[in-house]
């Protein structure tokens, strides 16, 4: 049941209007902040102008003169706090050949805005602001604040953007939002992830003379497909009813000397995906018993798994409040009510390691992410505009008399 009346929502949505919402998305386009390097001043500039405009508190704040993080606040200060925390920088275009149009110049077709960085994550970013603005035009009294959180460093992992906010103590939520991707869906977790480096060592010998050495590639190749045969198959039966299964994939390989020489080295990266309560450090060493068991058929050759990089996945109770309150938006507004999860990585995992846990919502299709031609639907962006702004009614705005 929302807390808001009928007439406290229309009030809120009639203050947001397609033309704003897709200015600012093709705007947003226009800075390519591709990290690396990272550079957001042109975004984070332009943003805290508009909201400076519309009465928000701005600050800029962060560990990198490049990287700076936008905060924006507005309502009582006495009150709860609502983030609502997305990022504005991207991944490099690519290829601009596979672009029908310049990937940072907006273009708008078929109901749709392409551009790089449309739906990764300038989509909620524009999603986030203009229903943080229709709160503030509409009026309508809040019991607590809420505070736009538009980010750096995100598409690298990197300490200078949400990271460098909470710990700067910027950041202090009751109530977390992270704006990705989720076609509308409200995702009450994201999947962890466990990178390992699996390097193996040979001999070199003459290309002519193959038995003298010891081929890494070869021994790698073992590895791959043993992997493939042996652990592939088990990660799929691995479920949890709001996730995609437990994935993993080789995704990076490198090795050799010379055409002419055998190679004395190979390294590969596993890219692996965790469901919530699998172990981290298990699954590093189901990698490598498997591993050492491949390279037994090639001679002469050892391997060494590394696990440089990990975190654990993160999941929400499906009843806590940021949950319901998003769920209840989408009802209101005839959107998805299921709930799911985020098959990705978001800064989320930043606030959850400082003891803050919140949830995953905003437009468009995650499978779009980091495509050439990517995009946002219109419709889409404008939906998770109004679910943001009634989710945002639900959690601080002010009770209404019945």
């Keep these: 049941m929302v807390r808001f ?24 386009i226009g800075f390519p902040t591709v990290n690396p390097p990272g550079d957001v001043r042109g ?20 560990i990198d003169d490049a990287k700076p993080n936008l905060i924006a606040e507005y309502g009582s200060e006495d009150g709860p706090v609502l983030c609502l925390c997305a990022h504005l920088d991207i991944v490099p275009p690519g290829d601009r050949s596979g672009w029908t149009n310049d990937p940072f110049e907006a273009t708008v077709r078929d109901g749709r805005v392409y551009g790089r960085g449309a739906n990764d994550d300038k989509g909620s970013v524009t999603a986030q602001i203009v229903a943080a603005i229709a709160l503030a035009r509409s009026g ?89 045969r042996e652990l592939w198959p088990k990660l799929k039966d691995r479920t ?24 004395d080295r190979c390294e590969i990266y596993i890219d692996r995906r965790a469901l919530p309560g699998d172990d981290l450090q298990g699954a590093v060493e189901e990698v490598r018993q498997i591993a050492e068991r491949a390279v037994q058929n090639v001679p002469g050759t050892s391997v060494e798994v590394v696990a440089p990089l990990s975190a654990e996945a993160i999941m929400n109770e499906p009843d806590a409040p940021q949950v319901v309150a998003m769920v209840e938006a989408n009802r209101f507004l005839d959107l998805d009510t299921e709930l799911t999860a985020f098959s990705m990585g978001t800064d989320g995992r930043h606030f959850y390691s400082r003891g803050y846990l919140g949830i995953i919502y905003g437009p468009g299709d995650p499978k779009v992410a980091h495509l050439q031609d990517e995009y ?9 505009t109004r679910a943001y702004a009634l989710a945002a009614l639900e959690l601080i705005g002010a009770e209404e008399k019945a």
Aim: charged share 25%; net charge negative.
């Design 140 to 228: 309508v009294p809040l019991k607590g604040k809420i505070v736009l959180a538009e980010v750096a460093d995100e598409e690298i992992g990197g300490p200078a953007g949400a990271a460098a906010a909470i710990d700067l103590g910027e950041l202090k939520p009751d109530y977390l939002i992270i704006g990705e991707p989720t076609g509308g869906r409200v995702a009450i977790g994201e999947k962890g992830f466990q990178g390992c480096r699996v390097i193996t060592t040979g001999k070199t010998a003459h290309g002519a003379l193959p038995w003298e050495g010891a081929n890494a590639i070869e021994a790698m190749a073992e590895i791959i497909v043993a992997l493939r």
């Design 43 to 62: 975004a984070v500039e332009y943003c805290a102008g508009l909201l400076k405009a519309e009465g928000f508190r701005v600050r800029m704040v962060g």
């Design 240 to 263: 949890n009813p709001y996730f995609q299964p437990s994935a993993a994939s080789v995704n990076l390989i490198e090795g050799g000397v010379k055409a002419n020489v055998v190679p």
């Design 5 to 28: 009346s009928d007439e406290t929502a229309e009030a809120v949505l009639g203050e947001i209007h397609e033309r704003e919402a897709v200015a600012l998305l093709e705007r947003l």
């Design 376 to 384: 946002v639907g219109i419709e889409e962006l404008l939906a998770a």
